[in-house]
């Protein structure tokens, strides 16, 4: 077809008048392309949930300062598109954007809030300089509110804020007891556990020798890591507990070690295991160890000196193998420390028993008691017992006519902090998780963990010289393809130009 002064222009202004009603549709109705892995920009069905079900007006104030860095600034688009959506779905949502900037009476609002400003480092003309920001959100309901001090990126944006606005909208908050009187670690080892739990949950101890019917002022009751024997009475009260609907979550240690101590790693008895496995849930009094799995530093002389090297220990398997769950979505890798598989043998029709979490398939298993041996050289030989669980979750009807949940995990210890130290925010995550599933029915556990955090690549017990070329081809062809792919691009893209301009010279537009 021969291009004319006249087409050109009538193509021009066809071209301009659907853009313009392309905006004007735009502005009216609300809808975004997403193409990230957790799906960060899209408002989970537990989110609409919430926000239609709000009945009374939430304002939400987001003081975010304009001079923050192009990585932050980011931030505060994807915040006002998250809360664009929000208000799409709930008359009752109201926000607005305040920039504190110098005004000291706004600052100050802010900082009353909870809202404190930041030292940011940032550079500007080759030099780094240190402004000052705000990054938070404040929630309010009625003469209620929330504060979230900071928020720094997408991941984690969306559970932050409905989060909040059900901790408003809630006017009690469901109990979750954590069982002491066996040894169980206190509180004060888990203090990352209670700060993520305390947003939803009333949180409490309790011990059954002084009270047995103790159990009835939760909904969820948490078992973790008992080292004594539990008194027949103690786990009579828990199927009391279960046949009234309660549910339970349970860390159990069959088996113990302590790398400084000199004696032999043992079974751990508490009777737990035992009552475990009358509902079907056998957790074997062995260790088990894994290919995959985190390392320890050993002091080995070397010459004159003494070097610190990480060596693989296997006793300390790295969990990545999960099933699609609620529980599990959104993790990477939980570390467990001397775990113990566990076997279902379930025959009751009533319950279901499902596995949560389970290793590779390059597995071991080894018999107590047993030594600490840091020169051990581990083989293939090794690990020849396949998949097995580390984690089953089980509902149905346990006793009586009532279902209820329980979730089990073999080994008592991964959530806990050591001294002075923090845990992997996954193994936070298994537990809290667990105790959102068991407890809480709205479906915010899918997006507390909502956020890739990495992807590793498959590590093994030894390299062979296949697994060498394979990993260096991988790892270079990852390098060089985008880079070919680019310039492909590049020569094709400018030779349709090229070509396309000597077609219009060629033209006789007169």
Do not use: C
């Not at 000052?132 to 209620?144: A, S």
């Not at 279902?403 to 008592?412: E, N």
């Not at 105790?435 to 062979?464: F, H, M, N, Y």
């Amino acid at each position: 077809m021969k291009l004319t002064k006249s087409t050109v222009t009538i193509r021009l202004f066809l071209y301009a008048a659907a853009f313009v009603v392309l905006n004007l549709l735009a502005a009216k109705v609300f809808f975004r392309l997403d193409f990230t892995a957790d799906r960060r920009y899209t408002l989970s069905q537990s989110t609409k949930d919430i926000v239609k079900a709000v009945e009374e007006p939430v304002t939400i104030t987001a003081y975010f300062s304009r001079n923050l860095p192009p990585e932050l600034s980011k931030t505060a688009t994807d915040l006002k598109d998250i809360l664009a959506e929000y208000k799409s779905y709930s008359p009752n949502i109201e926000y607005e954007f305040i920039d504190p900037g110098d005004n000291e009476e706004t600052q100050q609002e802010a900082t009353q809030a909870g809202i404190f400003p930041l030292d940011i480092s940032a550079r500007e003309r080759d030099q780094i300089k240190v402004v000052r920001g705000f990054m938070g959100v404040l929630i309010k309901m009625g003469n209620r509110q929330e504060v979230i001090p900071l928020i720094q990126s997408a991941s984690g944006m969306e559970y932050s804020l409905s989060s909040g606005i059900k901790k408003l909208s809630v006017t009690e908050k469901p109990k979750v007891g954590f069982l002491q009187g066996h040894g169980e670690p206190g509180p004060e080892q888990l203090q990352q556990v209670m700060a993520e739990l305390s947003n939803l949950y009333e949180i409490d101890t309790f011990t059954l020798s002084s009270n047995p019917e103790a159990w009835s002022a939760f909904k969820t009751v948490v078992i973790l890591g008992p080292s004594r024997m539990i008194p027949q009475e103690d786990l009579a009260a828990l199927d009391q507990f279960l046949a009234s609907g309660g549910r339970l979550m349970i860390g159990i240690n069959a088996v113990g070690g302590d790398l400084q101590a000199q004696q032999p790693w043992d079974r751990v008895n508490t009777g737990l295991d035992t009552w475990l496995s009358q509902k079907g849930i056998v957790v074997e009094q062995t260790f088990l160890t894994d290919v995959k799995s985190a390392t320890i530093n050993l002091q080995r002389r070397q010459g004159f000196f003494v070097v610190t090297q990480p060596v693989p220990f296997p006793y300390f398997p790295t969990i990545s193998n999960f099933n699609d769950h609620p529980i599990t979505q959104g993790l990477e890798e939980v570390l467990i420390q001397f775990g113990s598989p566990i076997t279902i043998v379930n025959q009751d029709t009533a319950l279901k028993i499902t596995p949560l979490a389970m290793t590779t398939e390059q597995s071991g298993k080894i018999a107590p008691p047993t030594f600490f041996d840091p020169e051990k050289q581990w083989t293939t030989d090794d690990f020849v017992y396949g998949v097995q669980n580390i984690a089953v979750t089980a509902e149905g009807k346990f006793e009586g006519e009532v279902s209820s949940k329980m979730v089990v995990v073999g080994d008592g210890d991964f959530p806990l902090n050591p001294p002075q130290q923090q845990i992997s925010p996954n193994n936070i995550n298994l537990l809290v998780n667990a105790i959102d599933w068991l407890t809480d029915d709205t479906g915010l556990i899918a997006l507390r963990t909502s956020g890739v955090d990495s992807r590793p690549l498959e590590k093994l017990i030894q390299d062979d010289d296949e697994t060498v070329v394979m990993r260096n081809l991988v790892k270079y062809s990852n390098f060089f393809i985008p880079i070919l792919i680019v310039i492909v691009f590049g020569v094709v893209r400018f030779q349709r130009q090229r070509n396309r301009r000597l077609k219009w010279m060629a033209e006789d537009y007169s």
